[in-house]
């Protein structure tokens, strides 16, 4: 009898960082670790940390009762470009969580997110799908991210911010508190620099950097 697979979709160094977690909730659910792989389109070795790593095509041709993937890619753009994939083939999107993320009350989160370990989510914030919240990042009250959102390690998202699809919040970034009615808004496919201190809204396809953070001119 066939069983279901799981698999995380890129062996590169989040990937490997996200595998544990994912063998952790296989574990949880008495699955056997064989049923986890990796997917990369151009893998780097048959084996990584004790775990296969297979082609796309490879892992659709494998038996199985079900198929689930995490996407573990910090691109948003080919985040989206995968999770068409997996919508095309039928295969369904995989959460996968840490086991001491904190998550208070009234949060709603779509399908397909990554929370990492020491992740916490507070109150009355709705996120969209394939959200990655990197260790040690927070969500505060009140607010909206997007679709395909990736935070770093350490991002510090305070109370009503607005954060609208494929955004990048970089590590250990700080984005200032908005308020009741005004909040703070990074915009579609902007990026906030490692370390930046957002004060004020970030336009949308602008990169910010610095103390506080200003758009970063070439």
């Given at each position: 009898?066939?069983k279901?697979?799981?698999?995380?979709?890129?062996?590169?160094?989040?990937g490997?960082e996200?595998l544990?977690?994912?063998?952790?909730?296989l574990?949880?659910?008495?699955?056997?670790l064989?049923?986890?792989?990796?997917?990369?389109?151009?893998?780097?070795?048959?084996?990584?940390?004790?775990?296969?790593?297979?082609?796309?095509?490879?892992f659709?041709?494998?038996?199985?009762?079900?198929?689930?993937v995490?996407?573990?890619?910090?691109?948003?753009?080919?985040?989206?470009?995968?999770?068409?994939?997996?919508?095309?083939?039928?295969?369904?999107?995989?959460e996968?969580?840490a086991?001491?993320v904190?998550?208070?009350?009234?949060?709603?989160?779509?399908?397909?997110?990554i929370l990492c370990?020491?992740?916490t989510?507070?109150?009355?914030?709705?996120i969209?799908?394939?959200?990655?919240?990197?260790?040690?990042?927070?969500?505060?009250?009140?607010?909206?991210?997007?679709?395909?959102?990736?935070?770093?390690?350490?991002?510090?998202?305070?109370?009503?911010?607005?954060?609208?699809?494929?955004?990048?919040i970089?590590?250990?970034?700080?984005?200032?508190?908005?308020?009741?009615?005004?909040?703070?808004?990074?915009?579609?496919?902007?990026?906030?620099?490692?370390?930046?201190?957002?004060?004020?809204?970030v336009?949308?396809?602008?990169?910010?950097?610095?103390?506080?953070?200003?758009?970063?001119?070439?």
């Open positions: 009898m066939n279901p697979i799981y698999a995380i979709y890129g062996a590169s160094g989040f490997r996200v544990p977690v994912g063998r952790d909730l574990a949880q659910a008495g699955l056997a064989d049923q986890l792989v990796f997917i990369d389109d151009a893998p780097p070795a048959s084996r990584l940390n004790g775990h296969r790593v297979l082609t796309w095509q490879a659709l041709k494998e038996p199985a009762s079900g198929r689930f995490s996407l573990a890619i910090a691109n948003g753009g080919i985040r989206e470009r995968l999770a068409l994939r997996l919508r095309d083939h039928g295969v369904t999107p995989w996968i969580r086991g001491n904190v998550q208070l009350d009234d949060v709603a989160m779509e399908e397909g997110a370990a020491f992740v989510l507070t109150s009355n914030i709705r969209g799908r394939h959200f990655h919240a990197n260790i040690y990042s927070y969500v505060a009250h009140d607010c909206v991210i997007g679709d395909f959102v990736t935070f770093a390690p350490g991002v510090k998202c305070n109370g009503n911010i607005v954060i609208e699809d494929h955004a990048y970089g590590t250990g970034a700080v984005l200032r508190q908005g308020k009741p009615g005004q909040p703070l808004r990074i915009g579609r496919g902007a990026v906030v620099g490692m370390g930046a201190v957002v004060t004020k809204d336009a949308a396809g602008t990169t910010v950097v610095g103390n506080p953070a200003r758009p970063l001119f070439k």
